[in-house]
């Protein structure tokens, strides 16, 4: 289980989201793939221990 710290939601799995920028505005592309939270989007979130992690 993962936390949330900005919604508190807790979910399973954290989405993969692709982030592209342009470097140079010709063909320097970079790719990153970060995770992020399903609800709010946000990439700060932990994983939860326990039940006495609250």
Known sequence: ???CEICEAEFD???S???I???DGENGIERQFIRVCPLCGEDHFRV???PDDE
Do not use: A, I
Request: no cysteine; proline share 7%.
């Open 13 to 15: 799995e954290p989405f």
């Open 21 to 23: 920028e342009n470097l």
């Open 17 to 19: 989201q692709q982030k």
């Open 1 to 3: 289980m993962f936390l």
């Open 48 to 50: 939860k221990e326990g």
